[in-house]
């Protein structure tokens, strides 16, 4: 019974980096997609970067969150901030300067 603690630790430790890593993907999937289907116009009018720049980004990130399997590498954490920045700064600015139909 003495190293049931430990087993228990590591259990609980790898249920918490699924976790993150499955809310990395669907954050930065979410604003991939959202940066997919934008006007190209829009992003200028906001003063942000353009279109395809936050495509890049996402994606780029996206990916090296793919591969390296894991929200807690570098890549993973910047993934996550790209993706946070999106949306809670461009997405807003581009809902904004919409027309205000129900976009998401």
Known sequence: MAHAAPIFAFD???VIDLIL???ALIVQGVALVHAITQRSDAFPA???LPKG???AILAVTLL???LT???????GLIGIAAA?????????GL????DNRGSW
């Open 64 to 66: 090296l969150t793919l």
């Open 84 to 92: 946070l920045i999106y949306l809670l700064d461009v997405r807003v």
């Open 46 to 48: 906001i003063g942000t």
């Open 21 to 23: 890593f499955v809310f």
């Open 53 to 55: 720049g936050w495509i």
């Open 69 to 75: 399997q894991t929200s807690l590498s570098i890549f």
């Open 95 to 98: 809902r904004e300067l919409g």
């Open 12 to 14: 609980v430790r790898t």
